[in-house]
């Protein structure tokens, strides 16, 4: 049997994430994202299609760079509206035994101590099928409504991100003990207050003296997604992550990007077999090459080209509307995501003119995302990718919501389980140990977060515990 491929589907809580213009197909159903029926049914598909996690990617402003203004996002639905996708997870863990959910959460603008409080929650609710895609925002409106005068300068962003992981690693595996819940009638006792552990930290960014509100979950920190492919976002991954996204052009760029972060890992002790890496994909299937063209060529005649340019604009801090469009795109440093400011760059086999770049972004597949073929076909796309890039699984985008999905559920699936390299069945666990095997409930001893489990990193006796030894009377 072959290396067993994860899969991802990437959606959003919103009426339309990447598939500019698409909402305007009579098939598709996303302007449905508010009920929670559409969620159930999404989740209980791509359980049926034995996927491994829903990934709900999340941003905090819009996207009103392009144009220098917020009304071709809002006109053409790019990720507005927006619902919270941390909502949605427990009503779709309710209706699955497997599926696990990647919620996103920003480390810019969220707090510690309540975000840890939240994810605990939804640990315990998911039984430890849960993880958090950490991302620290591009968008300069988010930082205004978050009551910055601007945006934190890019690398300081990571910075800033690094102590709020150290914050929640404390409160995660620190702050309580395995066996502090105790419910001992008997003795009155519900929680053992000698071990419940104030955290006590206190840093440049936060000061969070603990200790956590919440009883340790299944997974306590649930797995960790990343998706910043800077020099910065790898050093951050390779640091902390256990899930990397990992964009690139080509497959070289791919797999530049995962040796980079297997190797940083290393060096910094982790096992960098330990750091699962995906890669975006897009797929237009049918039983016929000819159908699958066909469907591509009605897509891509309802593709929004200001929607894609606005998206662009938003993560890259590029506005092409205000450049030349006969002058050479070149790279600038930029606050927003340098992945995608260097995409049509310093990543471009050749330099490309504003016109070049808005013609390919404006073009359904033009950025060379969109796979159309047979389920044969898209299989070996798939194979050849995994085998020339070294990673391990795919988000899958979708351009019709369900209906993408439910076309690759039913023809590309079944061709991988034919070619040994997708699951028949789920293992058991929590995510963490589906993806690196059982036992692997927590995160492991090489992984930053351990430091935090040592118990005299918080020495101090915090709530004069002593009194309390025996019966606790109100
Ligand atoms: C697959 C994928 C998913 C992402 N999802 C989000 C998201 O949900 N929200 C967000 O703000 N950024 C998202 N990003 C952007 C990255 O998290 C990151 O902010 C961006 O790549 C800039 O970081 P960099 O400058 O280190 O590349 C995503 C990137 C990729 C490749």
Redesign the pocket.
């Known amino acids: 049997m072959g290396k067993q491929i994860l899969m991802n589907a990437?959606d959003m809580n919103c009426a339309m994430h990447n598939s500019h213009g698409l909402w305007k197909h009579p098939d598709n159903q996303r302007h449905r994202y508010k009920d929670l029926e559409y969620w159930v049914d999404i989740a209980q598909l791509l359980e049926r299609g034995k996927f491994d996690a829903l990934f709900l990617?999340?941003?905090a402003g819009i996207y009103d760079v392009y144009r220098q203004s917020g009304a071709p996002a809002i006109r053409d639905g790019v990720q507005v509206p927006l619902n919270d996708p941390a909502l949605i997870v427990p009503a779709m863990a309710l209706v699955t035994k497997h599926l696990s959910f990647a919620v996103?959460v920003?480390t810019t603008y969220e707090h510690p101590y309540a975000h840890a409080r939240r994810f605990s929650t939804l640990d315990h609710l998911t039984q430890g099928r849960l993880a958090w895609?950490i991302?620290?925002?591009?968008l300069p409106n988010a930082a205004k409504n978050y009551g910055l005068d601007e945006m934190i300068k890019?690398d300081e962003r990571y910075e800033l991100a690094d102590e709020f992981l150290q914050v929640v690693y404390k409160l995660w595996e620190g702050s309580w003990d395995e066996d502090a819940v105790v419910r001992d009638v008997d003795r009155n006792i519900y929680t053992d207050p000698n071990k419940v552990r104030k955290i006590h930290h206190a840093g440049t960014y936060f000061k969070v003296p603990g200790p956590h509100l919440s009883e340790p979950s299944p997974q306590r920190t649930p797995v960790i997604y990343q998706?910043?492919?800077?020099e910065?976002?790898r050093a951050f991954a390779a640091k902390h992550a256990e899930c990397v996204?990992v964009?690139g052009q080509t497959p070289e760029a791919l797999r530049f990007y995962v040796e980079d972060m297997r190797n940083q890992a290393e060096k910094l002790g982790r096992d960098p077999q330990s750091i699962k890496m995906f890669t975006?994909l897009n797929v237009i299937v049918a039983e016929t090459k000819e159908e699958a063209q066909l469907k591509f060529e009605q897509y891509a005649s309802l593709w929004s080209r200001e929607a894609a340019l606005a998206q662009f604009a938003g993560?890259s801090g590029y506005d092409l509307s205000a450049y030349d469009p006969d002058s050479y795109l070149e790279y600038k440093n930029t606050n927003h995501?340098?992945?995608?400011a260097a995409q049509f760059t310093t990543f471009a086999p050749k330099k490309l003119t504003v016109k070049e770049v808005m013609d390919r972004i404006g073009t359904l597949g033009g950025q060379g995302w969109v796979f159309a073929g047979t389920p044969q076909e898209v299989a070996d796309h798939m194979q050849e990718k995994m085998e020339l890039t070294g990673i391990d699984g795919f988000?899958l985008a979708h351009l019709i919501t369900p209906g993408s999905l439910r076309e690759f559920i039913d023809l590309v699936v079944p061709e991988l389980q034919r070619r040994g390299i997708y699951k028949l069945d789920y293992e058991e666990g929590t995510l963490r140990e589906k993806l690196f095997g059982q036992g692997n409930k927590r995160l492991p001893d090489h992984h930053p977060a351990a430091q935090y489990r040592n118990k005299d990193a918080y020495p101090t006796p915090i709530f004069n515990a002593d009194q309390f030894t025996g019966d606790i009377h109100p």
């Open positions: 990437f990617a999340d941003v996103t920003t895609n991302v620290t925002s591009y890019h998706a910043g492919s800077s910065r976002g996204f964009g975006g993560s995501g340098q992945t995608r988000n």
